[in-house]
């Protein structure tokens, strides 16, 4: 399965964007997927993700309350709705796909567990 983010750009601080994730086969219901940002000259860090069924989310702190995870199976897609959006969150976003729905909190935020990886759109947010 091949992942293709989207809807990354320019914005204002306060502002909104709503990132999008497309997976190349129907197999996409069967991954929990996750978002991960990574800004120049930082490592990748863990922003949010979504178990299979769409039921279970969670979040890092630093985005808690401004960004939403949601997904469509039947579009094969999933969705980062970013809110309030911050200078600090400049940085390449990441959508993964994670063949195991297993939601516990240190494991969901580890990129090491996440075995698709899409190409990354990059989100650029001026003060």
């Known amino acids: 399965v091949q992942l293709q983010a989207s809807g990354g750009g320019l914005v204002q601080g306060g502002g909104s964007l709503r990132l999008s994730c497309t997976a190349s086969?129907?197999?996409?219901?069967?991954?929990?997927m996750g978002w991960f940002r990574q800004a120049r000259g930082k490592e990748r860090e863990f922003v949010a993700r979504i178990s299979r069924n769409g039921y279970v989310t969670d979040y890092a702190d630093s985005v808690k309350g401004r960004f939403t995870i949601s997904r469509d199976n039947v579009r094969n897609t999933v969705y980062l709705q970013m809110n309030s959006l911050k200078p600090e969150g400049t940085a390449v976003y990441y959508c993964?796909?994670?063949?195991?729905?297993?939601?516990?909190?240190?494991?969901?935020?580890?990129?090491?567990?996440?075995?698709?990886w899409g190409q990354g759109t990059l989100v650029t947010v001026s003060s």
């Open positions: 993964a796909g994670d063949w195991s729905d297993y939601s516990g909190r240190s494991y969901v935020r580890s990129g090491y567990h996440y075995n698709v």
């Open positions: 086969e129907r197999t996409f219901s069967s991954l929990a």
